[in-house]
């Protein structure tokens, strides 16, 4: 333990020991209070303040602050691309216009802008009622509005997954374009809208009031139609291809199943899927159509241009008088297999149809029927006043007959009002060599 008078007394630092000696003899001490002014006390506390401050100031880094302006017409920087989801945006350059903002996944970018994803109508707005049909990538129904069951529509709904299966993303894309871009025209089915959900593309298209199925079922019901009834629906589906020619569209695919009647017997051309942009005077080589109605041009693989719409038409114009095909091509699986000979004159037809079909289904475009002037001006038509036609002061109905028609193609019905389901079973009607 030590002599007791060495020891430390309590509250007396170490080192402010003095020399002056103690009353017992030893060496004198100099006692401070620890609360004396706590002047040492305090300074010691500040120098490990301060380096713990220095220690923690070393473990932080500086926040990078993002560069940040503000949009002004005069400023020079253009603002950062960005992805505006939103189907009502127009002055979208301006701040005003931005609206919320995200990233969207890869399945709905790419069928943007013509599928918007976010839409004021959508398929909660309607309630199906019947199959009409089926396309290549979807199915197409009759529907009516939630708020006006009175008031019919149709609405294609077409499967993501297979449409990107079968590489057909700018062609589906391209048909709703085209038919966003035209006009109005009386016998062209209009678009109202398209949208996208995460799993499908849905197009609202327009429904012929009181419709009496598409030309295919009409003929399959009736047979063969008077030339009186075949000269207004020729002229009318040429009134159609004409404007579309005339706004750079070729349409592609002329045949009975793409073309619906309404209670008045008018044509309605639809289903736009092989429909292409193209100049006045410019070619295409694609090998694409329904086999049966295509020119010798496609098949050949050669260029071609809007004339081979004219020869699709002519097809369409013998089947409804004679019932069958032109030429022997009703087996064939492959262009490669059409032929165009043994082509004879339809009997018990007048000379002026006669001659219209010899012109329009020449395999020779030197002595083809090639455009909507020379069709106009041609004996058959000469009866039709185009201009009363477009406005729809005829009545084919009447030419047809008063049989009552089936109200769709197909009788099968939607037992759910609901029924916007994921999986559908596809037919592909249309013929597409993906070789060109």
């Known amino acids: 333990m030590g002599n007791v ?12 020991r003095g020399n002056e000696d103690d009353e017992d003899g030893g060496p004198a001490r100099k006692r401070i209070r620890i609360d004396d002014g706590g002047a040492h006390v305090e300074n010691e506390y500040q120098k490990l303040a301060f380096k713990s401050r220095l220690q923690k100031l070393r473990k932080c880094r500086p926040h990078l602050r993002r560069r940040t302006y503000k949009v002004e017409e005069a400023d020079p920087r253009p603002p950062l691309p960005r992805f505006i989801v939103d189907d009502e945006y127009e002055n979208y350059e301006k701040p005003e216009g931005l609206k919320k903002e995200y990233a969207l996944p890869w399945f709905e970018m790419l069928f943007l802008p013509e599928f918007p994803t976010r839409s004021i109508i959508n398929e909660k707005s309607f309630v199906l009622e019947r199959q009409l049909g089926r396309g290549s990538f979807g199915v197409v129904y009759c529907a009516s509005a939630i708020h006006d069951s009175e008031r019919k529509f149709a609405i294609k709904m077409q499967e993501k997954r297979e449409i990107i299966s079968k ?19 009386p016998f062209i089915a209009r678009t109202y809208s398209t949208w996208q959900t995460r799993t499908h593309l849905y197009s609202l298209l327009q429904y012929p009031t009181g419709s009496t199925g598409d030309l295919f079922s009409v003929w399959r019901q009736r047979g063969s139609l008077s030339e009186s009834a075949i000269r207004l629906i020729g002229a009318e589906l040429a009134s159609a291809i004409d404007f579309l020619h005339r706004h750079d569209v070729i349409y592609r695919d ?35 159509g329904t086999l049966q109605y295509m020119s010798p041009d496609v098949a050949s693989g050669r260029t071609y241009s809007h004339y081979v719409d004219w020869w699709s038409l002519g097809v369409l114009l013998h089947i409804l008088l004679t019932g069958i095909y032109p030429y022997p091509n009703s087996e064939a699986t492959h262009h490669a297999n059409l032929k165009f000979i043994d082509y004879s004159t339809p009997l018990g037809c007048s000379r002026e149809f006669a001659n219209l079909m010899d012109r329009m289904l020449a395999v020779s475009t030197a002595h083809r029927l090639c455009s909507f002037t020379v069709l106009h001006a041609h004996p058959f038509f000469r009866p039709v006043n185009f201009a009363k036609l477009e406005q729809k002061e005829y009545t084919p109905a009447s030419e047809i007959g008063n049989a ?3 109200t769709c193609q197909s009788n099968e019905e939607v037992l759910d009002g609901n029924l916007f389901k994921e999986n559908y079973d596809f037919d592909r009607f249309d013929y597409f060599n993906d070789r060109f």
């Open 5 to 16: 008078a060495t020891r430390k007394r309590p509250g007396i630092h170490p080192e402010c």
């Open 167 to 185: 590489r057909a993303v700018l062609q589906v894309k391209r048909e709703a374009s085209i038919q966003r871009l035209l006009p109005a025209h």
């Open 254 to 288: 002329v045949k009975l199943e793409n073309v619906v009647l309404d209670q008045w017997g008018h044509a309605l051309l639809i289903d736009f899927g092989l429909a292409k942009k193209l100049k006045e005077g410019a070619s295409t080589g694609t090998i694409c």
């Open 404 to 406: 009552e028609y089936d």
